[in-house]
């Protein structure tokens, strides 16, 4: 089968203003939902700290935007966990309170510490998606209380430490479940919006659908195995239920899979009949699962008998949601269960040196901020935290987002205190500012990794500026002091990472492509549809991973690139490989065995 046209909208593509201005507007599947509960999360998070008067609103805040997540179950485990952490660092900080308290000394040495052992728990252990967050409120809660007087550390640290967690915590559980769907419906949703876009592919459709399909394409089935995890905790499904499920996602990405490199291949042929049967059959089973079903006993349509990657989709569409008969085979993958640390935590200096980074950042903004006597600047602690990155070329390529989603955010929120706030007469004119603005930064969030990081920039900035103390605020010093401080951060964290034993985006490469290779391999030696469809969304997800690699890589400076003599070649093979899973599939591969050694031969 002919390779695509390369597109400037495709996964591998540069990020040019105009596939960053469709990255921002596009409308993957749930994508508007998931950031209106999100907004509303926020806003309820900022509602009962007005009720409360928590301190410094803004960090609970940015915890809900941080932490909020797609279903209700993944919610309420993560607002449980985070009011179980909170009796940890309740714990934690009055203890170290105690040593601190005027020993100015021993403070900065704790906060060395902390920052030390909360990047490393970032880098190296399984907490790394709430390292850093817990590491922001615990050495801000500190540096806080170091501000107050002495007859107010005891409640300061209550508030800095209980309800910076416990209230995002607690509005995520109760208004997480009673708001979210449910995640065997997140799951039905995107099958659904999977196959609906599949039949469009066979209809024929503009290069922006194509690119479109190809960004929902590479997602693969994490975020549907994640669902489906999520599903078979909340106990309300039958396990045969989930299994069938379990394999309608495998499928749908291989099905997608095919129909793009059939909306390929008649973009390079003159155009052939459509295939009307397989459609209304995409878009019948399409309507089944978005009413949160699924379909069974599914009879194979009839396609034209030149279209190989049509009645591959016909043959897939008979299993679609049966379960591989043969669980048991000895050429699948032994699931390895890891424990709390990585396996090279104690042993790759990577991890301590990426400790040591983040350390040295936070505390060059701590000492910066303390030695001008500039309080107002403390966010570049919080910066330090959240902008942390553990390669070059991750730093470079998000440098951008950083510095526009701060300018956004901060631009906003001092246009809202000149133009909106003066006119604000009660809380609900301002929570309706706050859900607006939130909105905006969840929508951002919400979209491809390529562009999240801008949008919690963009709700950060704007919390940061307009909510002080507890509530709003209309002073212009604090919008200022707040956004300098941001802005000092992201420079200090970026000199700071790219100074002192840089790490290449580049060096990750090969051991990704052998990854990928080590699927194509599998694939091959499938002897099922199911398996074959299994390996073909896995498949999807390594090619996305060593793509985004390369263009980490391709990110960092030129002096850097210099040294890249294989990346061309990489970036070639991960190419060839999302095709090749699609060949194999409908069996138009030529010598799959050498195509899978040339694509791995750079990786050698």
Known sequence: MAPPVPDPGMADAPLTPPRLWRLVRDPTPGRLGHALRMAAGCTTTVLVGEIWQVPDLAVPALVTLALWQK????????????????????????????????????????ITLLSFGFFFLGSASKLKPVAYMLGLIVVYGLVAIDQAPIGEIVTRALLYTDLFLAVPGAVMLVLGLLICPSPRRVLTDDIAARLRLSAALLRGTDAEARAHATGLLREGATGM?????????????????????????????????????????????????????????????AAIFADGDYPTAIAAPTTPPDRPACAAMAALLAVFTTP??????????????????????????????????????????????????????????????????????????????????????????????????????????????????SLLAAWVKTGDERIAYAGLQIGLAFYLTDLKGYGPTSDMATARDRIVGIMLGNAITYAMFTSFWPTSAYDGIAQRLHAVAALLRRQRAATTRQEQAACVAALQSAVSQGERQVEYALAEPIHIRAEMDRITAFQTGFADAGRLGADMLDGTAVDPGARIAALEAPAS
């Open 324 to 437: 591989d008969p043969t669980p048991g085979r000895q050429d699948a993958p032994a699931k390895k269960k890891g424990g709390f640390f990585a396996p090279d935590a104690f042993t790759n200096p990577v991890h301590v040196r990426f400790a040591v980074k983040g350390t040295a950042a936070v505390m060059t903004s701590y000492l910066l901020f303390r030695l001008i006597d500039w309080p107002g600047i403390h966010t570049c602690i919080i910066t330090c935290f959240i902008v942390a990155l553990p390669t070059m070329g991750e730093m470079i390529a998000k440098l951008t987002l950083r510095i526009s989603g701060a300018l956004i955010g901060g631009a906003i929120g001092i246009a809202a205190i000149i133009f909106v706030q003066p006119h604000l007469q009660d809380i609900t004119g301002f929570l309706v500012l706050v859900f607006a603005v």
């Open 225 to 285: 195995t994640k669902a489906l995890r999520m599903a078979g905790l909340e106990r309300l499904w039958r396990p045969a239920d989930l299994a069938c499920l379990r394999q309608a996602a495998d499928c749908a990405v291989a099905v997608l899979a095919l129909a793009d490199s059939e909306a390929a291949h008649q973009h390079d042929t003159r155009p052939q009949a459509l295939p009307q049967a397989l459609i209304n059959t995409l878009e019948e089973m």
């Open 71 to 110: 279903d209700r179950v993944t919610n309420a485990v993560a607002g449980v966990a985070v009011n179980l952490l909170i009796v940890i660092l309740l714990v934690l900080i009055y203890g170290l309170i105690a040593l601190t308290l005027d020993h100015p000394v021993a403070l900065v040495l704790v």
